[in-house]
């Protein structure tokens, strides 16, 4: 079976720059093969899955004030299937880290990242998640979340505007759609 | 003036008065502190009931704290205290916990960042920072080394113990004492909810759903900006300001400017003078409608939370327009603003003040009216007078108890002593006051950008400053009128590019500091809704 072209609603394919590696990941698949059944059941598994992003905002600071934005009106992320943000870790799929984290904060968000149900995803929004940014010579400062717990998608920008977050939880619901779900790949 | 340096020397004759316009400044010696201390706070004249700043300063030699008093009577006047002990060792000080209530977070920040321990206070833990820290940040001779200190991932278990060094007939006594009484039923609000406005960690001890004590655990996001600033220079540290209080970042950066404009005497343009104030009030609002919408939200009101956040955007966007930015503008410069204004930029403006006069009418109808709004609000959450000055709480929270507060008043910056409006003040204390003074302060903003858009006058933006701007040598204070609160901003030169010392005052530190007096005998859902009401941001409690 043929492994479809990943479709987002409101962005074509081509529009995604630097992510090659998931084109890569898509060509082994095909090369492989896939049973039809269990091929088709992915396909729908995952179209619901990545149109179903629940959200938990692990907002720390500024950033956090853009993911509100990003819930408003204005730019209305229900238009993604991710306004039903979960502040119980267990309920949700995908946790936005916005902001800084620091030594303190590092404990705690490893504990909420381990009550996430699996399949779970980490989404870094802004550059103190990333690396630390303006704060990274602090004594304080985690530089960077991955030193934590394992980061999907990074998002730059202090803070991003809430159309990059739109575009970075797009590549994430990209990543989703490729994922195989009955019998997952060793990845 | 003379009348309070009487007193003073008075009460204290060995004491160093210096006197520099409106400020006193005394340096007296650790002995004599609480004594000049108490004596200062009650006077009958003019009590010294406000403390506005504490901060602990590494002097090199010795280890110091600065103390600014001010009273509630008369807010132009203040008093500097300056103690200072040579002891680097062990450094003990004498506590002021028992005639200023705020004192006691701010000494235990002190302990936490200076390792200066204070006498009487009733719980010495380190404030921002775990109590296996090593080493005191603020030092200047502190090792940075992450060796030390680790990023550890494995939770620890809370110890609910303080230790604290108490005076007795004895001799001074040290020991360790229980926090919660032993059956009490805890339960930890925070840090990660959005309930919590950001993240701050209540320990909350329960009585069925009435709160009896709540210990206040804080620095989940304590970024060590005061540290970091002490090796940029002052352009270079502009940026922090904007994240501090995100929401008002505008203003805190222009407490900044302030500050450094005033103390290498740099003359800024009229025009741009006019700019700073209509966007400070442009953020006021911007503010006041976000602390309304997460706080009906809090209350379960999603609608208004999306109406407050709709409305922002138009603010947003004409921020967006002029400086780039949306939330963090980074829009002030030394000398100035960074950009000259658009062309339509009076047009938007205007065209926001007249759809925001509809939309606060609107707000009252859907939620001020509200008979279930009015019953989490009115009478909870009681904040006296008295209170809201031994904590420091001002801003919209402070008042809301009465207490007149206004920087824009009463030490008028930029051009606030050139438009007309009124300082709102109610006297019902509650949560539901806090909340009113919120939506008639944004009317206040409106009236006031209103008087200002049309004479924008013609010129220079920015002053021609120096490329590298040092600082005499002395101590600089500024503040203004934050959207939470006073924000002050301390600067000790030592005629160097970077500043010695730098300490920001923040409002919301006070609000917290409030919250386990105002929320003890009350429900455990209405402590949210009373946090609501009084506006924290978690970041500028943390720094």
């Known amino acids: 079976m043929e492994v479809k072209k990943i479709y987002i609603k409101g962005i074509p394919n081509e529009e995604f720059r630097d992510n090659e590696y998931l084109e890569k990941y898509a060509e082994e698949l095909r090369a492989g093969g896939v049973p039809i059944v269990v ?4 396909d729908l598994i995952n179209w619901g899955r990545s149109n179903s992003v629940w959200p938990l905002a692990f907002a720390t600071s500024c950033c956090g ?13 229900a238009r993604f299937g991710m306004e039903v943000t979960r502040n119980s870790p267990r309920q949700a799929d995908t946790m936005v880290v916005a902001g800084t984290i620091v030594h303190k904060m590092a404990p705690l968000l490893k504990r909420v990242y381990d009550q996430m149900a699996e399949p779970k ?4 929004m802004g550059s103190c998640a990333i690396s630390g940014g303006p704060f990274v010579d602090s004594y304080h400062v985690v530089k960077g979340v991955d030193e934590i717990i394992p980061v999907d998608v990074y998002i730059p920008g202090c803070p991003p505007r809430p159309e990059s977050l739109f575009y970075g939880l797009m590549q994430l619901q990209r990543k989703i759609k490729l994922e195989r779900f009955v019998f997952k790949v060793k990845k | 003036m003379e009348n309070i340096k009487s007193i003073i020397l008075k009460a204290v004759p060995e004491a160093i008065v210096a006197e520099d316009k409106q400020i006193l400044t005394v340096i007296v010696e650790k002995d004599k502190l609480h004594h000049l201390a108490k004596t200062l706070r009650y006077n009958a004249d003019l009590p010294f009931d406000y403390l506005a700043m504490l901060t602990g300063v590494d002097r090199g030699e010795t280890l110091g704290v600065n103390y600014v008093l001010s009273s509630s009577k008369d807010l132009t006047k203040e008093v500097v205290l300056q103690v200072s002990t040579d002891d680097r060792q062990n450094p003990l000080l004498y506590s002021v916990t028992d005639l200023w209530e705020t004192a006691h977070y701010n000494e235990r920040e002190v302990y936490a960042m200076l390792g200066i321990r204070f006498i009487n206070n009733p719980d010495m833990r380190r404030f921002f920072l775990n109590s296996d820290w ?5 030092r200047k001779d502190y090792d940075p080394d992450p060796i030390l200190n680790p990023v550890v991932v494995e939770s620890k278990e809370i110890e609910d113990i303080a230790p604290r060094i108490m005076e007795t007939p004895q001799g001074l006594k040290e020991d360790i004492v229980e926090i919660f009484e032993k059956d009490d039923y805890i339960i930890n609000v925070g840090p990660q909810h959005p309930s919590t406005h950001g993240v701050m960690h209540f320990r909350m001890a329960l009585d069925g759903e009435i709160v009896k004590k709540i210990d206040v655990h804080s620095g989940y996001i304590h970024r060590g900006i005061e540290k970091l600033s002490e090796k940029l220079t002052y352009p270079q540290i502009l940026h922090f300001t904007d994240r501090l209080d995100y929401l008002s970042a505008s203003i805190n950066r222009h407490a900044l400017c302030m500050c450094v404009e005033k103390a290498a005497q740099i003359e800024i343009p009229e025009r741009a003078q006019y700019i700073r104030t209509i966007m400070d ?16 939200m809090d209350l379960g009101a999603t609608t208004a939370f999306i109406y407050g956040v709709r409305e922002r955007e138009h603010i947003l966007q004409i921020f967006e327009k002029t400086s780039g930015g949306r939330l963090i503008v980074n829009y002030n410069v030394v000398g100035g603003v960074m950009f000259d204004i658009y062309n339509d930029f009076q047009k938007d403006v205007k065209a926001f003040i007249i759809y925001m006069r509809e939309r606060l009418t609107e707000y009252h109808r859907l939620f001020t009216g509200n008979v279930i709004a009015i019953g989490r609000m009115e009478g909870l959450g009681i904040l006296s007078r008295e209170d809201a000055i031994s904590y420091g709480v001002t801003g919209p929270a402070g008042r809301g108890s009465g207490f007149s507060c206004d920087v824009r008043k009463y030490h008028p910056y930029a051009l606030y002593d050139k438009v007309e409006f009124k300082e709102v003040i109610r006297t019902e204390c509650d949560a539901f006051a806090r909340y009113k003074n919120r939506l008639d302060e944004i009317e206040e903003s409106l009236h006031i950008i209103e008087q200002l858009i049309d004479n924008v006058p013609d010129g220079d933006f920015q002053a021609k400053t120096k490329a590298i701007i040092k600082l005499p040598e002395g101590e600089f204070y500024q503040k203004a009128e934050a959207g939470r609160g006073e924000f002050g901003v301390f600067i000790e030169s ?6 010695y010392r730098l300490k920001f005052r923040s409002p919301s530190m006070a609000a917290v500091s409030v919250m ?6 009350e429900k455990l859902s209405d402590f949210i809704s009373i946090g609501g009401s009084m506006d924290y941001v978690i970041p ?3 720094r």
């Open chain 1, 39 to 42: 091929g088709a059941l992915d």
């Open chain 1, 65 to 77: 004030i853009e993911f509100m934005a990003a819930a408003g009106a204005h730019f209305d992320i």
């Open chain 1, 121 to 124: 995803y980490v989404v870094a």
């Open chain 2, 134 to 138: 090593r080493g005191f940040p603020l």
């Open chain 2, 281 to 296: 009030e442009l953020n006021r609002v911007d503010s006041h409608l976000i602390g309304w919408a997460s706080m009906c």
């Open chain 2, 494 to 499: 030592r005629g160097d590019k970077f500043p």
């Open chain 2, 516 to 521: 386990p007096l105002i929320c003890k005998g």
């Open chain 2, 540 to 542: 500028d409690i943390d």
